[in-house]
């Protein structure tokens, strides 16, 4: 049956008085369907006029919306559906209880946690089915001695390695506690006198031992002076948008006369695109700092004009970014170029891919059934974002914060 807003909405606020494994049982027994305009996240325009059938945990088919057998269906005014949001670079609200206060109730259905202590990460292995925000997570950034981040953070939140087989041990170490991707830096710092990086030979080893355990490899690189030396590593993303550049402790400058990136800029960032390497920009974190005019944005026009990969995660909770819905992080990628169709892929497929998820970030059989439900297109206003109608999460539906 098709069910009017008013409906719908007694229908979910009934939902939520009940304890959370009668709700668990309510929603696993049968199949049900979501119905309107579908965004799948993929290279394709929205599927009109269809009906996305989940049964269990899981995204069962994607089929018209007059097609047979279709089971009870969900709808609301201008319906449409898209997957669930992943902010695929954050920190912090560790706990089931917080990732779904904090994140789930908003819309954000999975997160990619990229540097927290080593306590943190069995906190965050711990996901009840449709109970709380699904967690990738790194543990503490690998580091030389001295390296980012031990100048500028607690020593918890980087973990040393002095050679290529300590770092393979490292590496081990964290998948065995649970970490599904590991983080690094290149990163010589603002200062004069740049910080320590990793060596190649060690951050090779660092990079092959967590690939052939399956781990994604993130990196963090805010001066261009690292850049080249995490892709000779072999990462799988850059974290934040490279936008100084210091030799010899002499700043210089990133864009030429017509406010591109300067030619060595341009041929890594060709490079990344070229490889497949995710962009995650990170503009929410950094246009809260000095840093915040166009050596910030150019450089993601430019990438974004390559049809690189951009990812969508916003540094949670440095400088005052916020937890929920990572909005402010789509409004300036679109400010950048991006159309919504690329913003929405970057918070959704792009994400996933970012945060090694292999089951979520797009509507298709066999994924997991995380998806959100709108009374209107976040592809025609991002602001919809923000009011999403229904939240499933793993089959489950979440009454929205």
């Not at 170490?173 to 983080?183: F, N, Q, S, W």
């Amino acid at each position: 049956m098709t069910v009017s807003r008013r409906h719908f909405l007694a229908a979910m606020a009934g939902l939520a008085i009940l304890p959370a494994s009668a709700r668990s049982a309510t929603h696993s027994d049968a199949p049900f369907a979501l119905a309107g305009t579908v965004f799948t996240g993929e290279d394709k325009p929205p599927l009109h006029d269809h009906a996305v059938v989940v049964h269990g945990t899981r995204i069962v088919d994607v089929v018209p919306i007059h097609s047979a057998n279709i089971p009870r269906t969900i709808t609301v005014p201008n319906a449409f559906i898209m997957p669930g949001v992943i902010n695929c670079h954050v920190h912090g609200l560790h706990s089931p209880k917080e990732r779904r206060e904090r994140w789930l109730q908003h819309g954000v259905t999975a997160i990619g946690d990229v540097g927290s202590p080593l306590k943190a990460i069995s906190a965050l292995t711990q996901t009840p089915t449709g109970q709380t925000a699904t967690a990738a997570c790194s543990g503490p950034i690998l580091c030389p001695p001295g390296g980012y981040p031990l100048p500028v953070h607690d020593n918890r939140y980087g973990l040393v390695v002095t050679s290529p087989q300590h770092g393979r041990e490292q590496v081990r170490r964290l998948a065995d506690l649970g970490a599904t991707m590991i983080k690094l830096a290149f990163e010589p710092g603002p200062n004069r006198k740049p910080w320590p990086m990793l060596d190649a030979a060690t951050a090779k080893a660092l990079c092959n031992q967590a690939r052939s355990l399956g781990l994604v490899i993130r990196c963090h690189v805010e001066d261009i002076g690292g850049l080249g030396k995490a892709l000779n590593a072999g990462v799988d993303t850059i974290e934040h948008v490279p936008h100084r550049w210091l030799r010899n402790g002499v700043p210089h400058p990133i864009l030429d006369r017509q406010g591109l990136p300067i030619s060595p800029y341009r041929k890594l960032l060709d490079r990344m695109v070229k490889n497949g390497i995710i962009l995650t920009p990170t503009q929410d974190v950094l246009s809260r700092s000095m840093w915040s005019g166009p050596e910030l944005s150019a450089p993601v026009q430019y990438f974004n004009q390559l049809n690189g990969d951009i990812a969508v995660g916003n540094d949670f909770p440095y400088r005052r970014t916020e937890a929920g819905m990572p909005s402010k992080e789509c409004t300036l990628l679109q400010s950048g170029g991006l159309s919504n169709h690329r913003i929405l892929q970057g918070a959704t497929r792009v994400a996933a891919r970012a945060c090694g998820f292999k089951d979520r970030g797009t509507i298709r059989a066999g994924n997991s059934a995380d998806l959100l439900l709108f009374s209107g297109s976040p592809l025609s206003d991002l602001a919809q974002l923000t009011s999403p109608e229904l939240i499933i999460k793993d089959g489950q539906r979440i009454i929205p914060a």
